[in-house]
């Protein structure tokens, strides 16, 4: 079955670049019956949607991230990324990537999570 | 504003009914958005509970139900379980966001 498993560094100092990879086993990213979605949790608080990737790299963000926050893809590893730049103590979080079924906009399949911790 | 409002907490004894609450605005729910349901377990990822409204993905046992009705959507857990205790989310589409937005969550304490 499909499975999405989050990777990248747990430490990240302040100022810098947070880069995370999604790898997607058991289906392929290209499918045009799925996006590819990151949402983060910061320790004892809710859930915040990042942004999305689809359709030939076309992508969406939450405007509160949206000056900071690239997601990227690359369908010849069945992978997607996330950078966050100039990152603080408020970025950290587990961060999520998951898979959003278009025109339904659900999350029907997450990975575990991995946690980044902005600090010096 | 693009906001999904839950009550923070709700408990219920064992074998009870409990709903949780999920009010929009007129840029996600009210503009026709579906609502659905994430249940979070203590230390493990949110799990999709209730899609479109009302329908259970395979393996979510019938006691967890879901209802829709303008700006405003519920979700109803019957015959309360120990294992029930956790956050549960709403979830919807905003316009306004262009994106995916998120209640803020709600901790069922079962007593």
């Known amino acids: 079955q499909v499975q999405l498993q989050e990777s990248g560094p747990g430490l990240v100092k302040p100022s810098q670049t947070l880069s995370l990879t999604c790898t997607v086993s058991g289906g392929s990213i290209s499918s045009a019956d799925y996006y590819w979605s990151w949402i983060r949790q910061p320790a004892g608080k809710g859930l915040e949607w990042i942004g999305r990737i689809y359709t030939s790299g076309n992508t969406n963000y939450n405007p509160s991230l949206k000056s900071r926050v690239t997601i990227s893809e690359d369908m010849s590893e069945n992978q997607f990324f996330l950078r966050l730049s100039s990152v603080t103590a408020a970025d950290t979080a587990v961060y999520y990537c998951?898979?959003?079924?278009?025109?339904?906009?659900?999350?029907?399949?997450w990975g575990r999570g991995t946690l980044v911790t902005v600090s010096s | 504003q693009s906001v999904l409002t839950q009550p923070p907490s709700v408990s219920g004894a064992p074998g009870q009914r409990v709903t949780i609450s999920c009010t929009g605005s007129?840029?996600?729910?009210?503009?026709?958005?579906?609502i659905h349901w994430y249940q979070q377990l203590p230390g493990t990822a949110p799990k999709l509970l209730i899609y479109g409204n009302s329908n259970r993905p395979s393996g979510v046992p019938d006691r967890f139900s879901g209802s829709e009705s303008g700006t405003s959507a519920s979700l109803a857990i019957s015959g309360l379980q120990a294992e029930d205790e956790a956050d549960y989310y709403c979830q919807s589409y905003d316009s306004s966001l262009s994106g995916v937005l998120f209640g803020g969550g709600t901790k069922l304490t079962v007593l």
């Open positions: 007129s840029s996600n729910i009210g503009a026709g958005y579906d």
């Open positions: 998951a898979r959003y079924r278009p025109g339904y906009w659900y999350l029907d399949l």
